[in-house]
């Protein structure tokens, strides 16, 4: 099972960027399609997006489209979530996530959690108004 650990949550200010990280161990990284989610206080966790195991195929959620990007790079077995001009109801705890099947071509089914194996424990980002 693979192991993920996320980086680069902190506090900014409304407008601001900050990149996550989420390096993974403990199988071929390269294989699998990866996925973000965040959950903020009191709110189920939410589906943010996700990147094929290329990392030529991106999906999101509406509320993030043009101002989050997910990128990886295979060869270092991490995936990144930028974000720019974040807002205050960007607010939650930020956590990757692991698919389950290898070489998946349809990554829109990964909007669903149960579709993933692995999951990080998660970093804060917290935007200030």
């Known amino acids: 099972q693979v192991q993920l650990v996320e980086s680069g949550g902190g506090l900014v200010q409304a407008g601001g960027s900050l990149r996550l990280s989420c390096a993974a161990s403990?199988?071929?990284?390269?294989?699998?399609?990866m996925g973000w989610f965040r959950q903020a206080p009191g709110r189920e966790r939410e589906f943010v997006g996700a990147?094929?195991?290329?990392?030529?195929?991106?999906y999101y959620r509406e509320s993030v489209k043009g101002r989050f990007t997910i990128s990886r790079d295979n060869a270092k077995n991490t995936v990144y979530l930028q974000m720019n001009n974040l807002h205050p109801d960007d607010t939650a705890v930020y956590c990757c996530?692991?698919?389950?099947?290898?070489?998946?071509?349809?990554?829109?089914?990964?909007?669903?959690?149960?579709?993933?194996?692995?999951w990080g424990q998660g970093t804060q980002v917290t935007v200030s108004s």
């Open positions: 996530a692991a698919d389950r099947v290898p070489l998946r071509l349809a990554i829109l089914d990964l909007t669903r959690e149960p579709e993933f194996e692995s």
């Open positions: 403990g199988r071929t990284f390269s294989r699998y399609a």
């Open positions: 990147i094929n195991y290329s990392g030529g195929n991106t």
